[in-house]
C-alpha cells in the first residue's frame, strides 16, 4: 500500500520559535496533500489543503501567516508554524491522495508538538 | 468536505458481542469513507462506499452505504480487543477535501 511519512515525529519547542514538519509520499506522487489538527480525544480537523507547484488554500479560521504550507515537489509539503505558543501544541496529520487510487487518502505517522 | 455525524462518541463492549454504528447528514453524501485511528496512532482507511445501498465486507466488518446516501453503518461481528480504537467516517466533496465525523470510540472488555 501507499506510504505517507512524517517528520520529526515529536518535537518540543520554546515558544516564539519555528518549527517545520516534513510530509512525504514515498512510493507515489501526490498533487495535493492535506494538513489536519487533532487535539486529544478530539477529531481530525482540517487545516489546508496543499496543492503542488501552488498556494494552499486554507479552512476558516486558520492563519495563513502562522502556518506556512509549502508543497515543493510531487513527494513533499511542508508545514512550518511559526512563533509558535503553547496553544498550538497539537498532533499534526498530513495525509495524501494518490492520484492512481479514487478518493482514498493515506495518512503519515503524525507529528506530536509540543510548545513550552 | 460534507459534514458527516456520529453519535455518541464512545461505547463499551463485552469481547464477543457484536457492534455496530452509524454516520449519518442531512444532505446526499457523494461517498462514505470509514478510517480506524489505534491509540496513539494516526487513521488508517478502510473502505470506501459510492454506490446507493452498497455494502462490502472486511472479515468481521461489514459497511453500508444508505440507498438515500444520506447514512453509513459499520458492523463489527463478535469483537476482539484489537478492534479497540477510533472509527471515523468522512466524505470527500468535489475539491476532494474529506470532512470526518467526531468518531466512536470503541472500548472491547476482555
Known amino acids: 500500500g501507499a506510504v505517507v511519512s512524517q517528520h520529526p515525529s515529536r518535537v518540543i519547542c520554546k515558544s516564539g520559535t519555528s518549527v517545520k514538519i516534513e510530509c512525504r509520499s514515498l512510493d507515489f506522487q501526490a498533487t495535493t496533500m492535506f494538513w489536519y489538527r487533532q487535539f486529544p480525544k478530539q477529531s481530525l480537523m482540517l487545516m489546508a489543503t496543499?496543492?503542488?507547484?501552488?498556494?494552499?488554500?486554507?479552512e476558516q479560521g486558520v492563519e495563513k501567516d502562522k502556518f506556512l504550507i509549502n508543497h515543493a515537489s510531487l513527494t513533499l509539503s511542508t508545514l512550518t508554524v511559526t512563533s509558535a505558543h503553547p496553544e498550538d501544541s497539537s498532533f499534526y496529520i498530513c495525509s495524501a491522495r494518490a492520484l492512481s487510487r479514487d478518493g482514498e487518502q493515506y495518512f503519515g505517522p503524525g507529528t506530536r508538538l509540543t510548545v513550552t | 468536505g460534507q459534514q458527516v455525524m456520529q453519535i455518541p462518541q464512545y461505547q463499551h463492549v463485552q469481547e464477543g458481542e457484536d457492534f455496530t454504528t452509524y454516520c449519518n447528514s442531512s444532505t446526499t453524501l457523494s461517498n462514505i469513507q470509514w478510517y480506524k485511528q489505534r491509540p496513539g496512532g494516526h487513521p488508517v482507511f478502510l473502505i470506501q462506499?459510492?454506490?446507493?445501498?452498497e455494502v462490502k465486507k472486511q472479515k468481521r466488518l461489514t459497511f453500508q452505504f444508505g440507498e438515500a446516501k444520506k447514512n453509513s453503518s459499520l458492523h463489527i461481528t463478535a469483537t476482539q480487543t484489537t478492534d479497540v480504537g477510533t472509527y471515523f467516517c468522512g466524505s470527500t466533496g468535489a475539491n476532494s477535501k474529506l470532512t470526518f465525523g467526531k468518531g466512536i470510540t470503541l472500548s472491547v472488555r476482555p
Open positions: 462506499l459510492v454506490k446507493s445501498g
Open positions: 496543499s496543492n503542488e507547484g501552488s498556494k494552499a488554500t486554507y
